[in-house]
């Protein structure tokens, strides 16, 4: 076998002991986190596509069905309903959350004690958790007692003792406005790491030639910012179609069920109703949905990607 | 909802809200260490445990295992790193159900064991992408000097690389600690015993009224006590954690 690359070149000794050693001590220094990953990852990955071709309830008999469950599946109307609501939910907040974390990111992207004050400050919601941050929106979205419904009141927005969640649409645009709040910052984040590997000459060399501030974006930063915009986006779809903590808690999944979304319907199937192979099968079809984004995502931002990139 | 939570109960659920607690009372505080029926205080040093525990083995793991990858290349490493990596495009939120069969097996449900080594797993592999590329900016020549002074691979790690690459172990373990801290749905599933229940859950606890009827002022007083630790520790370490995320994801 030929070295493993990276490693040559008067790097390590060139005697066999030494390199022995040295590929010793790396099997052994991976091997801890790499047994955690086989165990409570590929170990349950298998079992599950094991449990999709079963009849499993949690307790009793396991009957093997072959592909019946993937057929129950996709016949399932509050599975269907599910992934409809699931896209839907996704295809409002993506270009949402990535318009503003870009806005963001180019505004707190000069350097100097205010920027990083604003960075810090946008990035503050990320750390408080999606579920805390739910009920502290539960909260201010109550009729009669929460201080946002109030000042909505006030203000003439609405009329009085709105309840925000017993209506599918102002229900789903409060989650959205709660998830922009929380997660916006870690977007900004990442777009602003992309915007600081930009090199600043190349901006200034477009402003030099007479572009305008937006020509410049449009043809210099953003195109050169698309490897980390299509992070982001892989990222923030993948987010979407995993949500479940702002359901559950804000909107119970109502009104009547119209908020449910894939995960949420994982957990009812599997949880509630104790029909584990057919959630395993829910979880088998989520898993191959995202896996397929991510790497359609990748694969278009990559394949549009302009050839004559230094 | 800082103020919300120091109301007196009737002033709480007032309409029209008061902007500030005309009558400032604890008493939504004393409910949630214990007068109401729960006992929250044994929640918040279950969501200590897991938090703490998640990022310490994360942190060890992802230090070990990214040095090892980043510099100790072995046959097969590039095979098993790629399958580190792969979890990134499976969240255990698709594996929740073989997950609770895996626990049940090993006799991990309803412990924070079980909910640690979950979510130590899923946080390996960001942290080992970002130690990998800690490991992987320190100059070569460090090492080698290290070496030369007769250090083992051991010690080169802990005397010379984590020095170097603290900002990485920084970010790394509050990464960790937030999620772990945070995490709702896991929590919710994999233990079914009060009082082994992780801080938000037993948010939707009080939430689902256990108290009697709903409680808006024991709840954002529960909000509180669940954010609060997080802000501290984001505003003291903000600096590392933002500048070493970003330093990181730049590379």
Request: charged share 10%.
């Amino acid at each position: 076998m030929t070295p493993p690359t990276g490693l040559g070149r008067g790097a390590a000794p060139r005697r066999t002991p030494a390199r022995a050693g040295v590929r010793l001590a790396g099997a052994a220094l991976t091997a801890p986190a790499l047994a955690m990953i086989a165990v409570f990852f590929y170990v349950p990955l298998v079992t599950m596509l094991w449990m999709t071709l079963h009849d499993w309830p949690l307790l009793g008999e396991r009957r093997f069905v072959g592909l019946r469950n993937y057929r129950d599946a996709l016949d399932d109307v509050a599975f269907r309903n599910a992934v409809l609501f699931t896209f839907e939910y996704t295809l409002i907040s993506t270009p949402v959350l990535l318009v503003l974390a870009l806005a963001l990111a180019l505004l707190v992207r000069r350097s100097g004690h205010a920027a990083r004050f604003f960075q810090g400050l946008y990035f503050m919601p990320v750390v408080i958790g999606l579920a805390a941050g739910s009920f502290l929106w539960l909260f201010l979205f109550q009729s009669d007692i929460g201080p946002v419904s109030h000042l909505a009141d006030r203000l003439g927005l609405t009329s009085r003792n709105t309840d925000w969640f017993a209506d599918k649409t102002s229900a789903l645009l409060v989650v959205i406005a709660m998830v922009t709040w929380k997660v916006v910052g870690l977007q900004m984040l990442l777009l602003l790491a992309g915007l600081q590997a930009i090199p600043a000459e190349v901006e200034e060399a477009a402003r030099v030639d007479g572009a305008n501030k937006w020509q410049t974006l449009r043809h210099i930063t953003l195109p050169l910012l698309r490897p980390t915009l299509a992070l982001v986006l892989v990222f923030s779809v993948a987010g979407s179609l995993l949500a479940f903590d702002q359901f559950f808690i804000m909107t119970s999944g109502g009104p009547t069920n119209s908020t449910i979304t894939a995960v949420y319907e994982i957990y009812r199937t599997s949880f509630i109703q104790f029909k584990l192979g057919l959630g395993a099968t829910f979880s088998a079809l989520l898993m191959i949905v995202l896996v397929l984004v991510s790497a359609l995502q990748l694969y278009l931002l990559r394949s549009s990607e302009p050839g004559s990139e230094p | 909802m800082i103020t919300y939570s120091f109301k007196s109960p009737s002033e709480a659920v007032a309409a029209p809200p008061t902007l500030y607690p005309h009558d400032p009372s604890l008493e939504h505080y004393r409910a949630l260490a214990g007068n109401g029926g729960i006992d929250v205080l044994d929640n918040v040093r279950n969501s200590v445990v897991v938090s703490l525990g998640t990022t310490l083995a994360t942190l060890v793991l992802s230090i070990l295992a990214g040095y090892g990858f980043a510099r100790l290349r072995f046959p097969g490493s590039n095979v098993l790193f790629f399958a580190t990596l792969v979890t990134f495009m499976v969240p255990f939120q698709a594996l929740v159900t073989p997950l609770y069969l895996l626990l049940d097996e090993f006799g991990l449900l309803n412990s924070l064991l079980g909910l640690t080594l979950v979510y130590t797993t899923f946080q390996l592999p960001f942290g080992l992408f970002l130690m990998r590329n800690s490991f992987a900016a320190v100059p070569r020549s460090l090492e080698e000097a290290a070496r030369i002074d007769g250090c083992g691979h051991l010690q080169t790690l802990v005397r010379v690389m984590l020095p170097v690459a603290v900002p990485g172990v920084i970010a790394t373990g509050l990464l960790a600690y937030f999620t772990a801290w945070n995490e709702f749905f896991a929590a919710l599933i994999f233990v079914n015993e009060q009082e082994r229940f992780t801080l938000p859950v037993t948010l939707s606890v009080i939430a689902a009224g256990a108290l009697g009827s709903r409680n808006w002022g024991v709840l954002q007083a529960g909000v509180t006590v669940t954010i609060i630790p997080c802000v501290i520790i984001y505003v003291l370490l903000e600096k590392y954690y933002v500048g070493g995320l970003l330093s990181t994801l730049k590379k």
